[in-house]
């Protein structure tokens, strides 16, 4: 399984659509801001992840490839990304705490133990220190 951070869409369609050409099974799971959840179909609303929740659905994204989009407040983002650089020597920025916070709650779930969940570090942390 596979969670990404969706911005443009274009990581988590074109990775997505990739990857289930070569195995259907494959999970894809779109991540969004909690505060701007419009993929799940919710308003938007300010947020603090820079580079997602646009505050539209873009055109390029496509909905059928996905399992669930799933929700990570910003409070959250920020402080994956300050333990990312803490405890795993990864400068990510907040879009990448954000998809990390994700793959966790995906390891969480029960029905996942075992499984294998695919995630990506894409923004750099610099400008936040």
Do not use: W
Request: charged share 20%; glycine share 12%.
């Amino acid at each position: 399984m596979v969670c990404f951070g969706v911005g443009s869409g274009g990581t988590c369609t074109g990775v997505g659509r990739f990857l289930k050409e070569k195995n259907p099974n494959i999970e894809v799971y779109p991540v969004e801001p909690f505060e701007s959840s419009v993929i799940n179909g919710l308003p938007h609303s300010p947020h603090k992840i820079q580079g997602m929740g646009i505050g539209m659905i873009p055109d390029v994204l496509d909905k059928s490839l996905f399992t669930e989009a799933l929700r990570v407040h910003s409070d959250d983002a920020m402080a994956m990304a300050k333990r990312l650089a803490k405890e795993e020597a990864i400068l990510g920025g907040i879009s990448s705490g954000a998809n990390v916070c994700a793959a966790v709650q995906l390891a969480k779930r029960p029905e996942n133990k075992g499984k294998l969940i695919v995630t990506t570090v894409n923004s750099f942390g610099e400008r936040y220190l």
